[in-house]
């Protein structure tokens, strides 16, 4: 068990669960941003006058004092981090999501214990490995092969446990004579794939992985994700960070997400992803998110999903959805290779505004299976006045897997090649798939099969 207390240490009951791999409690990082380069300079000599000079003479000093009158005018301290708690137990595999700047890297830095938090106090049990980012704890200057010596050592194995496990962080990071060669030679592609190779070959208790993932090549991020259910399921814990909420749906527990250097939602994956898409859709303001928080749409011919989510800033809103049968019969269940209309149903709030309106079927854990979206037809709804209503309706036969879905629904514009979020909404109705019809995958392909005997 590790122990890393910077202040606030954790109280004796935390240490004894059985079940945890990981608690941070009230973890913050502060920065100071110092007013200018000579107040890193006029600051030490500030303190130092008030301690050896009386109260009386201070005044003599003007062009040391910092302007607000005490020491903290020479600087402000920005928080990367702010008052961060969660748990992760053992065997437990947890997403982090966040835009840019969040605070997701600094977090892992400092569980990685690469990084010293301010404020705080994190517990962990047993070995940590993390791939933070291309290359990390590599030297430049060493071979691969050395640096698979020094990691592995720093991670605790002995010579003996290196020497067997060897071949296999070879074999895993596929990087041929490469092996023999600096490190400052690899590409980011290499070496991504031998730090993550060295990573997953220590029989970590907790696997770090940030976004370095990302530059791997399609046939080797396909191995490094069989190989973390592989982790997974022999019981290693694992906090991956990513931007790729399909990898989150699919891979992990429960999720977090970040915002400004909080936690704004931990809990299960789904709730999470439509936060996070909530905090990337950029409302037009901080009055205009809240303003939409606040009005909880729904649809007139369906029960408030209690999952249902939304963003963006309103200057087009939709106002009800349905889905029909073939014979105009509002439902929430889909028979197989069945027609059925979704309708949607908008409202413009302000002038001048060509909205592209869309929709799609995601499953209870997030992925996207199927959906529409007009502009991919093609077609175009025109400039729409104030308070002028537009009514789509997507026909479509059902070819997807029977089970349970989710309907989401959203309308958008695309202005000088930046999208503008108007109105979201996700999780917005239940939906059952109902069939016998095996299906492969997610969607039926209706496959015309022909068979023949040539001699």
């Not at 049968?325 to 409202?347: K, P, Q």
Request: include cysteine.
């Amino acid at each position: 068990m590790s122990v890393h207390t910077p202040s606030n240490p954790a109280s004796q009951c935390e240490l004894h669960r059985d079940d945890l791999a990981i608690s941070v409690r009230n973890v913050s990082k502060a920065y100071r941003i110092w007013r200018d380069p000579a107040a890193r300079l006029k600051a030490p000599l500030w303190e130092g006058l008030k301690r050896l000079v009386p109260e009386s003479i201070r005044s003599l000093g003007p062009a040391l004092k910092p302007r607000s009158g005490n020491p903290t005018g020479y600087y402000k301290d920005f928080y990367a981090l702010r008052n961060v708690s969660f748990e992760i137990r053992k065997g437990e595999s947890v997403g982090i999501l966040g835009r840019n700047g969040s605070g997701k890297s600094t977090l892992l830095q400092i569980l990685a214990r690469t990084l010293t938090a301010t404020s705080g106090s994190i517990i962990s049990h047993g070995r940590i490995s993390a791939l933070l980012e291309l290359g990390s704890g590599f030297n430049p200057d060493f071979t691969g092969h050395e640096n698979i010596l020094l990691n592995a050592s720093i991670m605790g194995l002995s010579k003996g446990e290196i020497e067997e496990r060897y071949p296999d962080i070879i074999d895993f990071a596929d990087i041929s004579d490469f092996i023999h060669q600096p490190v400052k030679t690899y590409s980011s592609g290499m070496a991504v794939r031998l730090g993550f190779s060295v990573a997953i070959h220590t029989n970590p208790s907790i696997l770090i992985v940030d976004e370095a993932l990302a530059v791997g090549d399609a046939g080797f991020q396909q191995k490094c994700y069989s190989r973390l259910n592989a982790l997974k399921a022999a019981g290693t814990s694992l906090l991956f960070v990513t931007h790729d909420v399909t990898a989150v749906s699919q891979l992990c527990d429960k999720a977090i997400v970040m915002e400004k250097g909080e936690i704004v939602f931990n809990g299960d994956t789904q709730t999470a992803i439509n936060e996070y898409k909530r905090l990337t859709s950029h409302p037009a303001s901080p009055k205009q998110a809240a303003e939409a928080r606040e009005q909880k749409p729904r649809s007139f011919y369906y029960p408030a999903s209690p999952n249902l989510h939304e963003s963006g800033d309103r200057s087009a809103e939709i106002v009800d959805w349905r889905i029909l049968d073939e014979n105009g019969e509002i439902t929430a269940v889909l028979a197989f290779n069945r027609r059925y209309e979704v309708h949607i149903t908008m409202v413009s709030r302000k002038d001048s505004i060509n909205p592209n309106v869309g929709f799609f079927f995601s499953d209870i854990r997030g992925n996207e299976i199927a959906g529409s979206a007009i502009n991919h037809a093609d077609v175009h709804i025109g400039r729409m006045s104030v308070n002028q209503k537009a009514a789509v309706c997507f026909s479509f036969v059902n070819k997807i897997r029977p089970g349970e879905y989710l309907l989401n629904i959203g309308c958008s514009e695309t202005i000088a090649d930046r999208l503008c979020a108007y109105h979201r909404i996700y999780s917005s109705t239940l939906i059952t798939f109902e069939g016998k019809v095996p299906v492969t995958g997610n969607h039926w392909l209706d496959t015309h099969i022909t068979i023949s005997h040539p001699r």
